[in-house]
């Protein structure tokens, strides 16, 4: 596992760099990590290549990571470059999977600057792009030299991108720590402590990563909320006029609709499922999904990475606080389940 580090980056980074013997020097960041996040970094290093991409999950392709393999070609970086990944979720997976790949494997170091990359994607050496639509279809496993997280960056975010964050926190408490799950239910997204949030969420995954870093079994319940988000998520990224849902808002989604498939297969009692949904649309509204969305969110589910053949698996809660994996679930009960996530939406 690689060191995960909170703390500001000026204490960071600099004793970090001193330990590495690397032949270059690169910064990966999009539109809003330059103008927001970059001025902190550029004092802290040496001479280094700067590359910049457009920001959003629509840039998450193989044509923006040719121009990322572009960039550190005509650099002439060689197999002993450093690149640090300065942004979101995006960044970090894409900026990775560059690394990952550029002439068999660079070293990267993940430099998280959303809620939503400091408690989950750069955590862990996931690592893809997504491909015809589909979320992170092509991918690899790495774990980047180190992460550093400094919790300052969550000022500069907008609180939608805040909120989409803290899905990932809600997630990891439900799956690992119930009482946690008390405790955070029972606040207003204003009321959390966050660098206490993001020092739990990393120690969750941190702790389930170590025994399972090639996701082969217990990492799958990091997927939890995840197999009906993702196509939520590309249905409304794919689906011309549909306003594009941020990754936690789908994930939000997806929660309550796995949970209630755990309820209708005895694995948590309908007193959970309701603390569930009365805090999910509390923190995030509700998704209109029309009868007609139905069938191609659940069509899209087959290319879920858990999957089995041609049977979905799911990462579904097993009571508070935990939960299984590799759990069937047929295509009629995530078609009751989008249903009864309509059915709230349209009380």
């Not at 044509?63 to 960044?91: K, P, S, Y």
């Not at 309908?270 to 603390?275: G, I, N």
């Not at 809660?317 to 009629?332: E, H, R, S, Y």
């Amino acid at each position: 596992m690689s060191t995960v580090t909170i703390a500001p980056l000026a204490e960071s980074l600099s004793s970090f760099l001193q330990t590495l013997d690397h032949s270059a020097l690169a910064v990966l960041a999009d539109n809003h990590t330059l103008r927001h996040c970059y001025p902190t970094l550029e004092p802290l290093l040496p001479k280094h290549t700067l590359i910049r991409i457009k920001a959003g999950e629509e840039q998450k392709h193989l044509g923006t990571c040719e121009t990322i393999w572009d960039a550190l070609t005509r650099a002439n970086f060689d197999r002993h470059g450093l690149v640090l990944n300065l942004g979101g979720g995006v960044i970090g997976d894409m900026g990775g999977f560059c690394a990952a790949t550029y002439k068999r494997g660079i070293s990267f170091v993940q430099i998280p600057t959303t809620l939503l990359a400091q408690v989950d994607a750069s955590v862990g050496g996931k690592l893809g792009i997504d491909f015809k639509g589909y979320k992170n279809h092509i991918g690899v496993f790495q774990q980047p030299a180190a992460v550093l997280i400094d919790p300052a960056f969550l000022q500069t975010l907008p609180e939608r991108e805040l909120r989409s964050g803290f899905a990932e926190v809600i997630k990891h408490c439900l799956i690992a720590d119930a009482a946690m799950w008390e405790q955070v239910r029972r606040r207003d997204l204003d009321e959390q402590d966050w660098p206490a949030l993001v020092a739990h969420s990393v120690a969750v995954k941190q702790r389930i990563v170590e025994q399972d870093p090639t996701e082969k079994g217990l990492r799958k319940v990091l997927n939890f909320g995840h197999t009906i988000g993702h196509a939520v998520e590309t249905y409304f990224l794919t689906k011309p006029g549909r306003a594009r849902l941020l990754h936690g808002e789908a994930i939000a989604v997806g929660m309550a609709a796995e949970a209630y498939i755990a309820t209708q297969k005895k694995m948590i009692d309908e007193a959970l499922l309701a603390q569930i949904e009365e805090y999910v649309f509390a923190v995030y509204g509700k998704v209109r999904l029309s009868e007609a969305d139905i069938e191609p969110i659940v069509a899209l589910t087959a290319q879920d990475k858990k999957n089995r053949g041609r049977q979905v698996r799911m990462a579904l809660l097993d009571g508070p606080g935990k939960c299984a994996f590799d759990i069937a679930v047929t295509p009629a009960e995530m078609r009751r389940a989008i249903a009864f996530y309509r059915g709230v939406t349209e009380n």
